[in-house]
């Protein structure tokens, strides 16, 4: 069984694109995830498989850093790889460097320096700043701590976008946290930590929540703060089945004799309730659990009898774009096939984000009968503002698509057509329910 992955959603930077990309992000985080692990049976995952993940992250952000244009790729990727870096103790028992196979990781990161080494000394600040940053991981990969962190110390980000810099300095937070934790400074890193978690409401990427709450819950143990650290692993574990994460805190929960099983009565109560409170000038107004959007998707993840009835509910009531993400997402994890009128109802809608909200929700459950009316209705919207994701869409769903140019950001007409052409040829060589 696997876990969710990857270990960051990504949200693109600068402007409009934040909002956008973490609405993209919800979905595709809840979309690749697998069934529930089994934490009695640590052969699922091992440290040797880890190390491989690694090295897979490592050739990503390798062929990445290729393109010029834009290295924040290579920031979220190396990023991850230190979320990996940061968890494989909790996760193993052990440090990374002494699982098998971790030699060719070293090899590799020092290949990598000198690339990123030299993309930091030039260019617009946002691929300078992500080329530093990550340079600091390699160091560390590459068994240089001490110069890792006496460069992330260094770290300066540039430009004045102020969500910029958080995105910048809460990864530099969080590899300065690793690198203690790692040395046994757990105070130092549990401050580290809690200053990059601080950034989250301004960084433009998202870290995966999972990790850092598991983490941050392991840091509160070793410095003595048992309640807290107990309240946050069980917060992973009512809120992200299936993840690192999950399995990290399941674990320590049932070694402390601490365990609450999420059930879908605890959900409602704590996570998705309402409550009706007055505001300064005395008049009612909805309170929203911090957690409500997360619970969403866990009621997927966890399977619950319940969870069906409950998402139903919330596809007439989803109050904004992002929870309608989240149960979109959701319907699709839970794999009830009774989702499938919602989701089509959704995706008939004249919404852009609608549309792709359902569009990867139906595909997950099989029902790609939306792929021809989607490319019609993209391609002849006069507002059709999100066709890089549209794309993104339609290749995840055929398995292919026509060939582009990798910056390829297509206008309606031309979107339209190229696809409808490929998918005319597809039609040519197999059949149409072939097509995903």
């Given at each position: 069984?696997?876990?969710?992955?990857?270990?960051?959603?990504?949200?693109?930077?600068?402007?409009?694109?934040?909002?956008?990309?973490?609405?993209?992000?919800?979905?595709?985080?809840?979309?690749?995830a697998?069934?529930?692990?089994?934490?009695?049976?640590p052969?699922?995952?091992?440290?040797?498989?880890?190390?491989?993940?690694?090295?897979?992250?490592?050739?990503?952000?390798?062929?990445?850093?290729?393109?010029?244009?834009?290295?924040?790729?290579?920031?979220?990727t190396?990023?991850?790889?230190?979320?990996?870096?940061?968890?494989?103790?909790?996760?193993?028992?052990?440090?990374?460097?002494?699982?098998?196979?971790?030699?060719?990781?070293?090899?590799?990161?020092?290949?990598?320096?000198?690339?990123?080494?030299?993309?930091?000394?030039?260019g617009?600040?946002?691929?300078?700043?992500?080329?530093?940053?990550?340079?600091?991981?390699?160091l560390?990969?590459?068994?240089?701590?001490?110069?890792?962190?006496?460069?992330?110390?260094?770290?300066?980000?540039?430009?004045?976008?102020?969500?910029?810099q958080?995105?910048?300095?809460?990864?530099?937070?969080?590899?300065?946290?690793?690198?203690?934790?790692?040395?046994?400074k757990?105070?130092?890193?549990?401050?580290?930590?809690?200053?990059a978690?601080?950034?989250?409401?301004?960084?433009?990427?998202?870290?995966?929540?999972?990790?850092?709450?598991?983490?941050?819950?392991?840091?509160?143990?070793?410095?003595?703060?048992?309640?807290?650290?107990?309240?946050n692993?069980?917060?992973?574990?009512?809120?992200?089945?299936?993840?690192?994460?999950?399995?990290?805190?399941?674990?320590?929960?049932?070694?402390?004799?601490?365990?609450?099983?999420?059930?879908?009565?605890?959900?409602?109560?704590?996570?998705?309730k309402?409550?009706?409170?007055p505001?300064?000038?005395?008049?009612?107004?909805?309170?929203?659990?911090?957690?409500?959007?997360?619970?969403?998707?866990?009621?997927?993840?966890?399977?619950?009898?319940?969870?069906?009835?409950?998402?139903?509910?919330?596809?007439?009531?989803?109050?904004?774009s992002?929870?309608?993400?989240c149960?979109?997402?959701?319907?699709?994890e839970?794999?009830?096939?009774?989702?499938?009128?919602?989701?089509?109802?959704?995706?008939?809608?004249?919404?852009?984000?609608?549309?792709?909200?359902?569009?990867?929700?139906?595909?997950?459950?099989?029902?790609?009968?939306?792929?021809?009316?989607?490319?019609?209705?993209?391609?002849?919207?006069?507002?059709?503002?999100?066709?890089?994701?549209?794309?993104?869409?339609?290749?995840?769903?055929?398995?292919?698509?026509?060939?582009?140019?990798?910056?390829?950001?297509?206008?309606?007409a031309?979107?339209?057509?190229?696809?409808?052409?490929?998918?005319?040829?597809?039609?040519?060589?197999?059949?149409?329910?072939?097509?995903?």
């Open positions: 069984m696997k876990t969710k992955e990857p270990l960051y959603l990504e949200r693109s930077c600068l402007g409009r694109h934040v909002m956008r990309a973490f609405l993209l992000g919800i979905v595709m985080w809840c979309l690749v697998a069934a529930a692990i089994d934490v009695t049976k052969e699922a995952r091992t440290p040797g498989t880890a190390v491989d993940e690694i090295l897979s992250l490592l050739d990503r952000a390798d062929t990445a850093s290729q393109n010029k244009d834009s290295l924040e790729t290579c920031l979220v190396l990023t991850s790889v230190g979320s990996m870096l940061d968890t494989f103790e909790m996760e193993f028992g052990s440090q990374p460097e002494k699982a098998p196979g971790f030699e060719k990781v070293k090899t590799k990161a020092k290949a990598m320096l000198a690339s990123f080494d030299q993309l930091s000394k030039g617009i600040y946002f691929n300078q700043d992500s080329a530093d940053t990550s340079a600091c991981i390699l560390e990969l590459a068994g240089r701590s001490k110069d890792a962190l006496k460069r992330l110390s260094n770290v300066t980000p540039g430009g004045g976008c102020g969500n910029w958080a995105t910048v300095m809460q990864s530099v937070n969080e590899q300065m946290s690793g690198i203690y934790q790692r040395r046994g757990y105070a130092k890193a549990l401050s580290l930590l809690q200053a978690m601080g950034l989250d409401g301004l960084s433009l990427y998202a870290p995966r929540q999972d990790l850092t709450l598991a983490r941050y819950a392991f840091l509160l143990a070793k410095t003595g703060n048992e309640k807290e650290a107990i309240k692993y069980q917060l992973v574990v009512d809120l992200f089945p299936n993840t690192t994460g999950w399995t990290i805190s399941k674990r320590a929960l049932l070694e402390k004799k601490a365990l609450i099983e999420p059930t879908a009565a605890r959900l409602s109560d704590l996570y998705l309402v409550e009706m409170v505001d300064e000038q005395g008049i009612s107004r909805n309170r929203y659990s911090a957690y409500r959007e997360e619970a969403v998707l866990a009621l997927g993840g966890h399977r619950f009898p319940e969870s069906f009835e409950l998402l139903e509910k919330m596809v007439a009531t989803a109050r904004r992002r929870e309608l993400a149960v979109t997402a959701s319907l699709a839970l794999g009830d096939k009774r989702a499938l009128p919602l989701l089509h109802a959704i995706e008939a809608e004249d919404d852009q984000f609608a549309k792709l909200y359902a569009a990867s929700a139906l595909h997950a459950l099989g029902d790609d009968s939306w792929v021809e009316p989607f490319i019609s209705y993209f391609g002849t919207h006069k507002d059709a503002f999100e066709l890089d994701w549209a794309d993104r869409t339609l290749r995840n769903a055929c398995g292919g698509g026509p060939d582009t140019k990798p910056d390829w950001y297509p206008k309606p031309e979107f339209a057509r190229l696809w409808s052409e490929w998918i005319a040829n597809q039609k040519n060589k197999k059949p149409v329910a072939a097509l995903r």
